[in-house]
């Protein structure tokens, strides 16, 4: 036999017996079981755009977002360091500042395995821009330019990575089963939503199964990240679904930075469970003002828009003012402020009668009329504020 045939032969038998040794290593791997998880969903957003805040943003509350961004940075480092064999971290990246490379690099070197960090990528569904009626049109049997390219971006990462097989037919299902369930008066943007949380969900489960980790349904998840009232509820609002947890995904709210100025020069006092997923978020403002919203979280596509009705009556307020910032672009869920004090030309559709407001419930899904409606109320009493908004009734 030639020399070559003869080194052939050996290579081929070496790959062959070092697969085999992967393989044996890897199936007598034991299972590491996990209690609870951290996401990090893009925690840098401010630091992508460096010290100076941009032009037309107000300085004084950049810098605060900024700093408070870089206090988060120090605590995320921290929490990572003490985290024990029973934890993992999922990391969403964002841009490439040095804050990001740091919490990526300290996370897989102290925890390895545990740490899973989101490769894929998701698209913007620019093709439906100007579409009318656009998700009955995106399901209509008739081809819309663009739509199969757009959803083979989405499912395959713009290429760099296999299309998951049966993904796309499943998510068309439970498209046209919430279509027939809540109608189809959603924007675009809710689309990505929807294949981009399928596909995260899709990366987490194979990454844990090649890892050998294990999981019970009631496992402990929180969420911090920004903002707060955006990526950081959007980009996790669909996996306990998807992934088969019995509880929600929490959102820390100290942990994850708000350009509502609020919020920002205020102080966060705490989360309220209201049940079945509501969440209540309180605030005290650096004026003295009650601050409030009401969150989902977690949600499936087929749930309905929820409000929280609350009651005027012991707060002696009425609605003055519907704010609406859309502060990061077409994309992003809108931030919107209700201010309660002298009445100005209130709104019908978030006061019904003098004595009670009416608030879409936030969970982060982009469809049209969920957004965050944060209510602040100068000079009240902060215990009415809380019992009244605690009382609120939530309904469709």
């Not at 990246?93 to 300290?106: T, V």
């Not at 996790?236 to 708000?258: D, F």
């Not at 003012?321 to 859309?326: A, D, L, T, Y």
Request: charged content about 25%; glycine content about 6%.
């Amino acid at each position: 036999m030639k020399l070559r045939n003869i080194c052939a032969v050996v290579l081929v038998a070496g790959i062959a017996l070092v697969t085999s040794w992967n393989n044996t290593i890897f199936a007598s791997k034991p299972p590491h079981r996990i209690e609870r998880i951290t996401w990090f969903i893009h925690p840098y957003c401010w630091s992508m755009t460096g010290d100076e805040a941009p032009n037309g943003v107000d300085a004084k509350k950049w810098k605060a977002c900024l700093t408070w961004e870089r206090n988060n940075h120090q605590k995320y480092m921290q929490m990572i360091s003490r985290m024990g064999a029973k934890e993992a971290v999922i990391i969403y990246p964002i841009g490439n500042s040095e804050p990001m490379q740091e919490l990526m690099a300290h996370a897989r070197f102290r925890l390895g395995d545990q740490c899973v960090i989101i490769k894929r990528t998701s698209v913007d569904p620019e093709f439906m821009n100007g579409v009318q009626d656009p998700i009955r049109q995106f399901l209509d049997d008739s081809p819309l330019p663009g739509r199969a390219e757009w959803i083979e971006a989405m499912i395959t990462s713009q290429g760099k990575h296999a299309a998951p097989d049966g993904l796309a037919a499943e998510l068309d299902r439970e498209l046209r089963v919430a279509c027939r369930t809540i109608g189809y008066d959603w924007r675009p943007e809710s689309l990505e939503v929807l294949y981009y949380s399928r596909l995260v969900a899709y990366e987490i489960e194979n990454t844990f199964r090649e890892r050998n980790i294990t999981y019970e349904p009631n496992l402990k998840c929180v969420a911090v990240g920004e903002g707060f009232e955006q990526c950081a509820m959007t980009w996790k609002g669909m996996l306990p679904g998807y992934l088969g947890l019995s509880s929600p995904i929490e959102n820390e709210a100290r942990l994850s930075v708000t350009g509502q100025p609020e919020v920002v020069f205020g102080e966060f006092k705490e989360r309220i469970n209201l049940g079945d997923e509501i969440r209540l978020f309180l605030w005290r403002g650096a004026e003295g003002e009650s601050i409030g919203l009401f969150t989902r979280a977690s949600f499936c596509w087929s749930d309905p828009q929820q409000y929280a009705t609350v009651s005027l009556k012991e707060l002696d307020l009425e609605v003055s003012e519907v704010r609406v910032n859309q502060i990061r672009g077409r994309r992003a869920n809108q931030i919107s402020t209700i201010v309660l004090g002298p009445r100005f030309d209130p709104s019908p559709a978030f006061q019904p009668d003098p004595d009670h407001l009416r608030v879409p419930i936030f969970a982060g899904s982009r469809r049209g009329g969920d957004h965050a409606y944060y209510i602040v109320a100068p000079a009240v009493d902060p215990e009415v504020f809380r019992e009244n908004l605690i009382d609120a009734q939530v309904s469709p």
